[in-house]
């Protein structure tokens, strides 16, 4: 029996939109657009396996992750979906739409190219690492360790909302930290699988963000000969938490065919 994702579901219209965060992320980063999205979607907001209130397992790679996806759709009856992720969450659906094009509708990538990255996350896995959950007494322990190695606030914040309290009493990540960090090279350095996409794609890219590059263009146009390529203006990385009025004003105008 395959285990399914944990998700929250928001809407009830005709057509699926499935949302899936980044690396560290968790559906709960995607709240507040999941409302608009729901609006004219039923939207599903999950977790990554290793990720959120998803299952832990070992198998961290782009392979096991990309037929949960799979496996979701066949357990919520779905025959169809949209699809959007955002950093690994949209290396997953490029991944998605190269196998199952038949399952996907519109495809929707939030800063991410169908390339290959160098690890840069180093000094952020060094950071949880030198987490011990056993001396930990409170989360502004956990901050002041981050504090140590991660000068942005905002990675900060983002990486304490994994900071949970745990059934054993003490702290702990919701994320399986071991399997992410076994796969990490995997999860940004494989080379993308052979395929074509012809369905609507969209990319979108923060402005401010060096993800999805000038030359990069030339293999999205290869990859999904019907990709549009958009930036987001005033945002980086996180375009969805900097500027969500434009993202999720392109999103809905890109799915709804305006």
């Known amino acids: 029996m395959n285990e399914i994702l944990h998700s929250k579901i928001v809407g009830s219209g005709?057509?699926?939109l499935l949302v899936l965060h980044g690396l560290f992320g968790q559906l709960d980063n995607w709240n507040t657009l999941g409302k608009y999205f729901g609006e004219e979607f039923t939207t599903h907001l999950i977790d990554l396996r290793n990720?959120?209130?998803s299952f832990h397992n070992e198998d961290s790679s782009l392979k096991a992750m990309t037929q949960d996806i799979v496996n979701y759709i066949d357990a919520?009856?779905?025959e169809k979906a949209h699809l959007l992720g955002h950093s690994l969450g949209g290396r997953i659906v490029i991944d998605f739409a190269m196998q199952y094009q038949d399952r996907l509708d519109h495809l929707i990538v939030a800063d991410m190219a169908p390339k290959a990255?160098?690890?840069h996350h180093n000094t952020i896995f060094k950071?949880?690492?030198s987490v011990n959950f056993e001396e930990?007494?409170?989360?502004?322990?956990v901050e002041n360790i981050f504090e140590q190695y991660i000068p942005e606030?905002?990675?900060r914040q983002f990486l304490m909302k994994n900071v949970?309290?745990?059934?054993?009493?003490?702290y702990a990540f919701r994320f399986n930290l071991s399997s992410l960090d076994k796969y990490y090279q995997e999860l940004i350095g494989s080379e993308l699988l052979k395929g074509v996409f012809n369905g609507p794609t969209l990319f979108l890219g923060g402005a401010n963000s060096n993800y999805i590059l000038a030359e990069d263009e030339i293999m999205i146009k290869e990859r999904f000969p019907n990709a549009e390529i958009k930036k987001i203006a005033n945002a980086g990385h996180w375009l969805h938490a900097e500027n969500p009025k434009d993202f999720v004003t392109e999103v809905m105008n890109f799915l709804l065919d305006k």
């Open 14 to 16: 005709e057509k699926h």
């Open 153 to 155: 606030v905002g990675v």
């Open 117 to 119: 990255y160098q690890p």
């Open 164 to 170: 949970y309290h745990a059934e054993n009493g003490q």
């Open 136 to 141: 930990i007494a409170s989360r502004k322990d």
């Open 127 to 129: 950071a949880l690492k």
């Open 51 to 53: 990720h959120g209130r």
């Open 76 to 78: 919520n009856h779905i």
